[in-house]
């Protein structure tokens, strides 16, 4: 405003505008007066103005409704002239802003009225114009009143006022905005506070509004009343209105002023409730109308799109989606969708072009796209609109190949494919010829079944690269549709727009998305961080990289990763739809490079931001594009099996992905072979072939870092495009091209010749690249790599042809390139190429060799920082996999690997140190079944570094060197080689003795070194036999290196190992410090033994027919288990030998008791071993370790130790306790022993085991094997072992002199595990081949050696016993208890559980043959059970009253046992038995019945009565007949023996009747009654007479009856029962025997009766007169009348005998019938009567 303020122009302002005053004067002087006046008048103000004013235009202003009036009055005149003149003074003034607000609404009523009068329209316009832009005075309905004006003068006639005055609508609509802007400006400093805006807000809400925002709120609200047809509230007057061009001005007032709606809530609230409604309303007709659809079907007509209204309403929508996005969310959404409908193929196509480039409009926008991912696609329930618009996209240009629009379709008559190769066709006017420039060229163009589309103005300038080519010349035909304001009717569509447009829409989607997040992850990363690959969904490895990277991220950046996922993930797929289908058909190389970038570009996204799957699936589309039309490749076709099967709903319709086609016209540039296992015919690389492998090699050198797992897809593509190419690997690992092997020769054209080279070159950069690699992506390549040579590791099995091996090519390429960092890579590489050496396919494994040694070598010599020297690790680790190939058994594999270890030597041997236990390993690893010549060859390389090495390799090493060397003992190959390295380890023992102080001194140092290193690390020193001294660890590795060799297979390497091992332990043991002992005890003798005994157990019972060539093996070694037999007593004895002769260092040790636990049971196993051998030796060993035989003087030892007799020494001579210890005699004395050990050491006298806890493990010991060997077989075969009478003699031998010391603390528990072991001991049977050995005549009554030491041990308790406390005492019953055991033994031999045995029976009938045929044979256990039982009869006579005998009831257990023999009778095994037991059983009776008298109150005796009684029963009347061979004396003989029992119970239990139980005595009645008569059958045989009859037996029986019927001094009632019990019995026995007579008698007729019948009589006929006689003499006091009536109840039986014919019958009746006469009374009434 400087210029119109100056005073220059202010003078001149005045000047005009008196010249203007005077000018209208003039014009009005004639016709119009009154503007004369006035005019004339305005110049005098106008002067006066001037005069007083300093500031002339603020008083002009001030005055401006007079100044102006003049001009107002001249307008008025409607005169063309004068009002031209006013209207220019009036624009004078105004441009001068000296108009005032109400001058401004004077003039703008004076513009109406001329513009109704249709006078001066253009200076009208250009008035109101000039009014509007100069200054802001025209407010309100003044401002409303002039746009009115502008309005109704664009609906005007003229065409020149119409476009005038709509060119002066937009701008004053832009200056009403324009004045807010200021405004707000103006006011930005003063906060006003928002008033919130109603929901149902009109036009009267603006209130809170600034006059100029009121103003333009007003005015919007007014334009979109008129697009919508409604009357306006404010531009009141408006006559006519025009949709298009109401939408043009909201167009652009929208897009011009988008912060006047942003800012102002009025403003927002008119776009939701007025702009959106609106445009969703005007889009119905394109949202409802279907090309081609039949409009007759539908009840009302469907109202046809509209473009011009279409299109504006487009480019509203995209100015809406533009600038108010933030605002307009929701309404956008449907915006969006709408515009992703109007791609639908049911649309017109100007509809679907106008739609496409409003789409291109948004994809040029990264960062709206990204809104739209935040605000729909990352909601729960949302539409994912910006998936949908990718995936509309794709679908769109599917459509155009797919159903291609009509008229459109145009293929070239000539055209043979747009090649970009020169092949231009013929320059025919066609479609396809474009001219430009002046010369003809090939439109670019894209080709799909058929179709072909052409790319439109894609003519790339060299400037145009960094946008992929095409997006420079966009502006060519940008929106094309979408600029056409002009036309009423929809333009043609030129061929291949459409698509041209939504390429570009392709492209640039891409472009801008990963500029865009590129752009941002380059900012959020400050520190570089390497995306961890994963295998997992997206989603998932999304998730995990947010974890990862929380720790460093701020939640802004996790967030911002989470839309860059989110967007990715929603386009990927649409994006990889269309660019495949457009890389397919496209036959233009600048297309096709461009396609290929934008893969590129999208695979490296996904990369960076870990997204897996979708890398994947853009690599593979390279992939595919790189190799032939339907190469069957696996990787690919599994990779992508869920992609390329997968289809995608797009709006409806099923797109899929489209697979490459080979219609597609490119030029062949080679032809080769497929990489397959069976390659059938030869396949053709085109140019767009290597135009993608050339992307491919391109992405996998740039973006190596974030492919990940995707190597494995490019790396096998380029295999097998190198394998059709026919690239061979050279030295190093390089490709070189080479002849094909087999089937025709590559065909390569001169075109890809010259690109071998450079394609070579390539990829050898792409592998030494990988040095720049992260460590984890470094991983992926060599995964990938070691991926693909399995896959051409299985191709190669089973045939020989020629190997792809491109993969270990690289793989060896790869590690020499990295070889400053080798040991991240070193174990999968090397682990890889291992497995390749291992392949049956020679070619392969020889490479893999060649690559494993080469890399080997290489790493050795590399200068390595720290040297190898100081990084003993790292020297290790290369070492290791040399190490590793001994596993391969191929034997050019293994002569590369000598070969390589030969070399190393060579070069590096001095330098070796740390490696040595390596080059050691690889000699060790020799197997057996590898040939002898090979381990001849490591076994001489052993001898070698014995013989030259073991000074100058560290002492360390000298441990492996026995390891190395015990090796080769156990290869079972060549038992020379095994025997030799036993010999070995002795050389390498005294190489250690020879130089012991030098090597303990480097040990010792070494050992500090590393204990200060674990110090350091905290943790404990990890070597084997710690903390033994270092020195001692070598000694030990040694010992134990043998102990393994002590359980070779090979019987003489065990013994050759057994006595090494013994010896060295002998001849340097004395080295060892004395802690070290422990060691030797537990982890070499103990674990040896552990192992021997398991092996012995577990060893084949087959015979071995030979030893091998014509060497005859022994009997006695026959079976394996047999030679470890052998094995088992060597050690054995030779550990009991130690823990004898080292006693003195052993005994100090710690845990001295644990360890003689441990060698107890050992012992304990080997004495229950199956093995008779092994089982004596153990006891041998066992008896040599509790000092009960003396150690042999050193002097007197034998090499080998001596072989087990079979015969044991007795250890028990006497049983008294000072005999026992001293069975055998001491050689030599503790002193002389102690001193031939170690003289240094002072004697400590060990002679006897004095600690009581040694004795009781050996108690244990001694029982547990007791009780397994005596312990029965559950099943029984052939096969059963059973124990051997020496060995369970020398078991049972053993237990006096245990006995001796532990019993102060034997309990009876103890004593009954003795029983059960000596019970069980007595009870095996004998081998029938050995029982004539053991048992030299079945006549003789003798013990076995056995027996003997069963009687000894129990005899030495009993007498232990006797002089023991009285708590020892309550053993006696137990021992009873054993002795009766065995007493029963003499009529049931044991049975040794299922055991079949031949038993002895009565030696006197029944001899049992020599090698019966029954495989065991019992004992004869007669003299063994009667032995038994005198001791019994023995124990009892001492010990009759002691307590525990009376209180355990033993007379009542030994009644029992004897009731067996003498129930048994003549049945017994053996005569003497039941005679003895009678014997027994009388003297036990005579001492035991007084006791038993003595406690009868008590009631201890009352079970043992019932069993006496039964005893005398079964004796008495047993149910066993004598043998016919009997003779009457020995007949009358035994009948004493009856007799003598008799006897018994008259003198020693009837008398004593009243402390006896009223039952016994009953039972006792019976008996004898049953044996006064005699009772034997009325038989007629003469047999049966003679001796049978046992008359003195029955005599006795019935006196003692008698006897006790007629007591006469009854004491007690007792006794007097008694009385009348025995002649109740008499009478009643007398009445049976008498009537069973008289019915004999009558029934025998004239023959005469048994004789002893007729005695029987004769003795009851006899006893009934006795009877009387004795009844007559009694006390009648004493008879009581029962007894009356029982004897005259006879009387009448007695008169019925008369008629026996028997003489001697008759006397006797006579006898008997005699006394009845005193009986014989008158009656009493008679004698009266007399």
Known sequence: MSGTSSPEAVKKLLENMQGDLRGLSLECRKKFPPVKEAAESGIIKVKTIAARNTDILAALKENSSEVVQPFLMGCGTKEPKITQLCLAAIQRLMSHEVVSEAAAGNIINMLWQLMENSLEELKLLQTVLVLLTTNTVVHDEALSKAIVLCFRLHFTKDNITNNTAAATVRQVVTVVFERVVAEDERYKDTVDQPVAVQGNSNRRSVSTLKPCAKDAYMLFQDLCQLVNADAPYWLVGMTEMTRTFGLELLESVLNDFPQVFLQHQEFSFLLKERVCPLVIKLFSPNIKFRQGSSTSSSPAPVEKPYFPICMRLLRVVSVLIKQFYSLL???????????????????????????????????????????????????????????????ALGSFIQSLFLVPSTGNTSVMPNQTGGNASGNTGSAQTNPGVLGMGGGATVLPAFEYRGTWIPILNVTVQGSAKATYGTIACLSCFHFFSLEMLDKVEPPTIPEGYAMSVAFHCLLDLVRGITTMIEGELGEAETVSQSTTETTSLPAQSSEQQDLQSVSDQTEKELVSRAVWEEMVNACWCGLLAALSLLLDASTDEAATENILKAELTMAALCGRLGLVTSRDAFITAICKGSLPPHYALTVLNNTTAALSSKSYSIQGQNVQMISPSSESHQQVVAVGQPLALQPQGTVMLTSKNIQCMRTLLNLAHCHGAVLGTSWQLVLATLQHLVWILGLKPGVGGALKPGRAVEGPSTVLTTAVMTDLPVI????????????????????????????????????????????????????????????????????????????????????????????????????????????????????????????????????????????CVLQILQSQGDSLGPGWPLVLGVMGAIRSDQGESL??????????????????????????????????????????????????????????????????????????????????????????????????????????????????????????????????????????QHSTWHTVIWKVLFHLLDRVRESSTTADKEKIESGGGNILIHHSRDTAEKQWAETWVLTLAG????????????????????????????????????????????????????????????????DTPPAINVSVPVVVGTTTATSLGRSFMRTDSIGERIGRYNGSEPPVITDEIEDLNLWWAAWNSWYRIGSESTRPPITCDKLTFIPSQPFLTALIQIFPALYQHIKTGFSMDDLQKLGVILHGAVSVPISSDASPFILPSYTEAVLTSLQEAVLTALDVLQKAICVGSESMQIMYPAIFDQLLAFVEFSCKPPQYGQLETKHIANAKYNQIQLFAPAEWVALNYVPFAERSLEVVVDLYQKTACHKAVVTEKVLQNIIKTLRIPLSLK??????????????????????????????????????????????????????????????????????????EVVQLISTEILPYANFIPKEFVGQIMTMLNKGSIHSQSSSF??????????????????????????????????????????????????????????????????????????????????????????????????????????????????????????????????????????????????????
């Open 1466 to 1539: 003549y049945s017994c095994p053996s005569e003497s038995t039941w005679k003895l037991a009678v014997s027994s059983l009388l003297k036990v009776l005579s001492i035991g019945l007084p006791v038993a008298r003595q406690h009868a109150s008590s009631g201890k005796f009352d079970s043992m009565w019932p069993e006496l009684a039964n005893t005398f029963e079964d004796f008495l009347f047993t149910k066993s007949t004598p043998p016919d061979n009997l003779s009457i004396q020995e007949f009358q003989k035994n009948e004493s023996i009856d007799v």
């Open 760 to 899: 070579s070159n390539i990829l050898s950069r792409l592998f030494e690249s990988s040095q720049y690699l992260d460590d984890v992506s470094l991983h992926h390549l060599i995964n990938a790599l070691c991926s693909l040579s399995l896959e051409a590791m299985d191709m190669a099995y089973g045939n020989n042809k020629e190997p792809s091996l491109f993969a270990v090519a690289k793989l060896l390429e790869t590690g020499l390139v990295n070889m400053h960092r080798i040991e991240i890579l070193w174990r999968p590489l090397t682990g890889h190429l291992l497995e390749v050496c291992q392949h049956p396919n020679s070619r392969m494994r020889e490479w893999g060799a060649e690559a494993l040694t080469s890399l080997i070598k290489a790493g050795l010599t590399f200068s390595h920082d720290p040297p190898l020297s100081q990084n003993q690790r790292l020297q290790l680790l290369l070492l290791n996999p040399l190490k590793e190939l001994s596993n391969i058994s191929h034997p050019d594999i293994r002569i590369k690997q000598l070969e």
């Open 1581 to 1730: 045989t003469e047999a049966e007479i003679d001796i049978r009859m046992r008359e003195e037996f029955s005599k006795v029986c019935f006196e003692t009856l008698l006897q006790f019927s007629f007591s006469n001094k009854v004491t007690t009632p007792q006794e007097g029962y008694i009385s009348r019990m025995a002649l109740s019995v008499l009478l009643k026995r007398s009445q049976d025997v008498l009537h069973r007579y008289i019915e004999d008698e009558r029934l025998s007729g004239k023959c005469p009766l048994p004789r002893q019948q007729v005695t029987e009589i004769i003795f009851v006929l006899k006893a009934v007169s006795t009877l009387i006689d004795s009844l007559k003499k009694t006390q009648p006091e004493n008879v009581d009348a029962n007894t009356w009536a029982q004897v005259i109840a006879l009387y009448p039986t007695l008169v019925e005998c008369i008629t026996c014919s028997s003489s001697e019958v008759c006397s006797a009746l006579k006898e008997a019938l005699v006394p009845f006469k005193d009986f014989m009374h008158p009656p009493a009434s008679k004698v009266k009567f007399l």
């Open 935 to 1072: 381990i001849r060859t490591a076994f001489q390389c052993l001898q070698l570094v014995v013989t030259d090495f073991l000074p100058t390799m560290p002492c360390t090493c000298l441990q492996i060197v026995v390891e190395v060397a015990g090796s080769f003992g156990l290869h079972n190959q060549e038992l020379n080689i095994s025997l030799t390295s036993i010999g070995l380890l002795w050389n390498i023992s005294d190489y250690f003795f020879q130089r012991g102080e030098i090597i303990e001194k480097e040990l010792n140092k070494e050992e500090a070194v590393l204990q200060k290193q674990a110090e350091e690390k905290g943790v404990m020193l990890n070597r084997p036999f710690h903390p033994a001294p270092p020195f001692d660890c070598l000694w030990l590795c040694l010992y134990a290196k043998l102990g393994e060799l002590c359980v070779d297979p090979r019987p003489a390497v065990r013994k050759s190992a057994g006595q090494t091992l013994f010896s060295t332990i002998g001849a340097h043991g004395t080295l060892l």
């Open 329 to 391: 969310v929701t309404e956008c959404e449907i915006f969006l969708s709408l515009l992703v409908k109007f791609l639908d193929a049911d649309k017109p196509q100007w509809l679907r072009a106008v739609a496409v480039e409003s789409i291109h409009r948004l994809c040029v926008q990264p960062q709206l796209l990204r809104s739209f991912c935040q605000s729909y696609d990352m909601k729960q329930h949302s539409t994912k609109v910006f998936r949908d618009i990718v995936n």
């Open 1135 to 1198: 550990v009991a030998r130690i823990f004898n002769t080292r006693r003195y260092l052993l005994q100090p040790l710690g845990d001295f008791s644990q360890a003689w636990d441990v060698l107890l049971d050992h012992i304990q196993s080997a004495a229950l071993s199956k093995n008779n051998e092994v089982s004596l030796a153990a006891l041998k060993s066992f008896q040599e370790i509790l000092q009960i035989v003396s150690p042999v003087r050193d002097s007197e030892k034998p």
